[in-house]
Nanobody
Framework: QVQLVESGGGLVQPGGSLRLSCAAS????????MGWYHQAPGKERELVAD???????YYADSVKGRFTISRDNAKNTVYLQMNSLKPEDTAVYYC?????????????WGQGTQVTVSS
């Protein structure tokens, strides 16, 4: 069993910053790609950014230049630094990780953390 625990969401004014964290724990052999998705009300869940175990990153066009994804492999933790936040960034943010365990490789999800950008 694998658990992903997110933290760092909240309410912030436009132009402000937040840092999300997601720590994986459990029966983990290794973690491949880790990433962040968001889901706004009435919309589908979308990939925001992800990072491979070797550090290669991907960003959605809407967040390029504003968000930075990073990870600490020793702590099985991924971070999302969000700067210059806009109201349209408001959503529930979910952490995802492709984890190798003794039964094979599976994608695991966090419970989600709310990010609200509003004045």
């Amino acid at each position: 069993q694998v658990q992903l625990v997110e933290s760092g969401g909240g309410l912030v004014q436009p132009g402000g910053s937040l840092r999300l964290s997601c720590a994986a724990s459990g029966s983990i052999f290794s973690i491949n790609t880790m990433g962040w998705y968001h889901q706004a009300p009435g919309k589908e869940r979308e990939l925001v950014a992800d990072i491979t175990s070797s550090g290669s990153t991907y960003y959605a066009d809407s967040v390029k230049g504003r968000f930075t994804i990073s990870r600490d492999n020793a702590k099985n933790t991924v971070y999302l630094q969000m700067n210059s936040l806009k109201p349209e960034d408001t959503a529930v943010y979910y952490c995802a990780a492709d984890v190798e365990t003794w039964v094979g490789s599976s994608r695991w999800w966090g419970q989600g953390t709310q990010v609200t950008v509003s004045s």
